[in-house]
């Protein structure tokens, strides 16, 4: 696909975490029903990257990349709430933003062969307030060799936290490590959570998420 959607957007590109709760005993058929109706009549505006398996918030979650924001809306009722065993759907809205590097960093980690990015999770920061752009300007500065920041934005849509990243490591042990040592810390953050995806079924192939971030990088630079 070309993303025409994004790359006519200005930049104003906003990402949405759907948090779905299935009843108990339903989840595989909830899962199949997901991507079936995630794999059919595919946006050039909202992009569907993948449903997680989580076991804290719900029982799934997707993180969505979305041009208009009033057609996240139609998408959560079309294709996530028809499914059959879904009981509740939650969402947090956030302004995404492309993480910068710091100066002298590459660009992106590049672990070793034996070291992949196989754990996932959805990190919900908790800022005080009048600290937000500090706070956030300074954990897109804070990917390493270790662990990546996909992307993050302020969420001030939900009563559960103020920024949340989705971010990726080689294990939960490094990832929780990572998060003590380099978020929490930071002053302004007042309490963080972490949403370990303890699975993933992607729903775009690496080479479509590398053009799309290639194209929101553009959008952020020419802002």
Request: net charge negative.
């Amino acid at each position: 696909m070309e993303y025409k959607g994004f790359q006519n957007s200005k930049g104003n590109v906003t990402g949405v975490c759907v948090v779905v709760d299935c009843i108990a005993g339903t989840d595989a058929q909830v899962l199949d029903g997901l991507v079936e109706n995630f794999s059919k009549d595919r946006s050039e505006t909202i992009l569907p990257v993948s449903i997680g398996y989580i076991r804290s918030k719900g029982d799934y979650i997707i993180p969505m990349l979305v041009q208009d924001i009033s057609d996240a809306d139609d998408v959560i009722i079309d294709k996530v709430r028809t499914v059959d065993g879904v009981c509740d759907v939650k969402s947090y809205i956030f302004n995404l933003t492309v993480p910068e590097l710091a100066e002298g960093a590459n660009a992106g980690p590049e672990p070793d062969d034996d070291e992949p990015l196989l754990c996932h999770g959805m990190l919900f920061v908790d800022v005080e307030s009048g600290k937000d752009r500090h706070v956030l300007k300074t954990i897109s500065h804070s990917s390493d060799s270790s662990v990546q920041i996909n992307f993050l934005g302020h969420c001030f849509h939900s009563f559960d936290c103020d920024l949340v990243a989705f971010i990726s490591a080689p294990d939960q042990n490094i990832l929780h490590q990572w998060v003590r040592e380099n978020i929490r810390p930071i002053d302004g953050v007042l309490d963080t959570s972490v949403d370990v995806i303890t699975g993933m079924e992607p729903l775009i192939g690496p080479d479509e998420m590398m053009k799309l971030m290639e194209i929101l990088t553009d959008l952020e630079e020419n802002k």
